[in-house]
């Protein structure tokens, strides 16, 4: 079919991943998480001990470590080198140190080229999510847009899917500091030129879904 790239930036907690896998399944089309493959590169440099410290380590892990992303939006799943690392990616030890993937421009140069590959092979029809889709990796796209949501409604989102197991501290850190650090070096928080922005703070799943759904259809 026609080529259709959307592409979704947002801070944690605001649904994003959900969203995104859902407005895949609706129109038909790929989908794509990249901030698991920033958290995969976190998780196969704690289990092969390389100091996340040492840039260049952390960059030849990036280059060389092989990954597998299932990109149908029901049954994803992330394998680095062969193992299924998709549940232990969700981990908070590796929300707490993925900015050092995530600042690391070496690191970053091989996962964009990486995304732009798997763009590319699924002939350009897909929904890529993630800090720096709008703006580096899918420029070009068909639609782009921001997901946001107020801190409250982040922080209560990030809660729930934890299950309820994090202190009000815990959650703060992983949300905000992990936002704070993230903005150092890319601006998710704001919409480029062209970008449309989707606030779900007071928007249920279905609502925030047929929200995007109607930018989407705006913008092709
Ligand atoms: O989206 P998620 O919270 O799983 O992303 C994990 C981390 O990966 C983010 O906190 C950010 O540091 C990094 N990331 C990024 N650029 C992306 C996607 C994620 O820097 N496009």
Same mark, same amino acid.
Request: proline share 2%; aromatic share 4%; with cysteine.
């Given at each position: ?16 991943? =959900? ?79 993925? =900015? ?100 779900? =703070? ?19």
């Amino acid at each position: 079919g026609k080529t259709l790239v959307i592409a979704i930036d947002g801070p944690s907690g605001s649904g994003k991943s =959900s969203v995104s896998k859902e407005v895949a399944r609706r129109l038909g089309l790929a989908f794509l998480d990249t901030g698991a493959m920033y958290r995969a590169v976190t998780w196969h440099c704690l289990n092969a001990k390389i100091d996340l410290k040492n840039a260049a380590a952390v960059e030849a892990a990036a280059r060389t470590m092989r990954f597998e992303q299932n990109l149908t939006p029901d049954a994803d799943f992330v394998k680095v080198n062969g193992i299924n690392v998709t549940e232990p990616i969700r981990r908070p030890e590796i929300s707490q140190n993925v =900015s050092a993937v995530a600042t690391n421009l070496g690191a970053r140069k091989e996962l964009v080229r990486r995304q732009q590959a798997i763009i590319a092979e699924c002939n350009q029809r897909i929904v890529v999510e993630g800090r720096d889709i709008t703006t580096v990796v899918a420029p070009n796209a068909e639609a782009r847009l921001i997901l946001t949501a107020s801190e409250e409604a982040r922080l209560r989102r990030r809660g729930r899917q934890l299950g309820g197991t994090q202190t009000a501290a815990q959650l703060a850190e992983q949300v905000l500091a992990r936002d704070a650090k993230d903005s150092t070096v890319v601006d998710f928080q704001r919409a480029a030129d062209g970008v449309f922005t989707v606030d779900s =703070s007071e928007l249920d799943f279905a609502q925030t879904v047929d929200a995007v759904i109607n930018v989407v259809r705006r913008a092709v």
